[in-house]
């Protein structure tokens, strides 16, 4: 069973080991994610939102002020991810800093606290496997006729959606929801004045988001926060068949 504390391990430790040692730690982060590393946005924007998950998860804990206080040493190490001073180091200064492998292995502690409490939820293998329907799609997008501007943001939405995807355990469920309904935002402001060959990468990107949601709603069963996107499938769905008006 998992924990946002071994999410944090699993990126933690793929970042340590990144070459070449010279690069920035939100390019490692960009690379083994395979996020758009034009700039480090999203890249810094993911590992500060999982560990915030983490310092949430830990905090919620019905434990008493001295073994809170405990577990959360094991987290005190990598306090400056979250005011944003540990991010622009490259790997190898990283690695000779907080990043080593006993401040990494010690998080297993706080995984460990967590996975009678806070066990993360996990979409199913089939919603995973939507990740390739994303990518046929950024292929179809690269040569539909759709507004540069446009284009890009798709692109880099379709891509960090393919990320959320694969990586489900960092990301987690309000993040891909997030990111389905800003690319959904996107189809719905632009598609009016939209060419034939752009609506038909519309209905198929609306078609795969549909399944995605489907998929986050049956993980996240009775979570309030995620009963309204039953609805929102069924809107999409809709949405869909305007498109061929």
């Known amino acids: 069973m998992s924990t946002s504390a071994l999410a944090l391990i699993e990126l933690l430790t793929m970042v340590s080991q990144q070459v070449p040692r010279s690069v920035t730690v939100p390019k490692a982060i960009s690379t083994y994610l395979q996020l758009d590393d034009r700039d480090d946005f999203e890249a810094v924007t993911t590992a500060h939102k999982l560990l915030a998950r983490v310092w949430s998860d830990v905090n919620n804990l019905p434990h008493g002020k001295n073994e809170l206080d405990h577990i959360k040493s094991f987290l005190n190490p990598f ?18 800093n907080y990043l080593t492998p006993a401040n990494i292995n010690a998080l297993l502690n706080v995984h460990l606290a967590l ?3 806070a066990p ?29 501007q446009l284009k890009d943001v798709l692109m880099r939405r379709i891509t960090q959606i393919i990320s959320a995807l694969e990586h489900y355990s960092i990301f987690g469920g309000r993040e891909l ?10 189809i719905a402001v632009h598609h009016t ?7 038909h990468v519309y209905k198929r990107i609306l078609k795969a988001s549909a399944l995605v949601l489907s998929g986050v709603v049956a993980a996240n069963h009775g979570i309030d926060e995620f009963k309204e996107l039953v609805n929102h499938g069924t809107e999409i769905l809709q949405f869909v068949e305007k498109l061929d008006d």
């Open 177 to 186: 929801k997030g990111e389905i309904e800003a690319l959904l935002g996107k």
């Open 120 to 148: 993360s939820i996990d979409i199913d293998n089939a919603t995973k496997g939507l990740a390739d329907q994303f990518r046929s799609i950024r292929e179809e997008l690269k040569d539909a006729d759709v507004p540069v």
């Open 115 to 117: 996975i009678a409490y």
């Open 193 to 199: 004045t939209s060419t034939a060959g752009a609506k």
């Open 79 to 96: 306090n400056g991810l979250l005011n944003f001073s540990q991010f622009y180091l490259t790997v190898e200064q990283a690695t000779q």
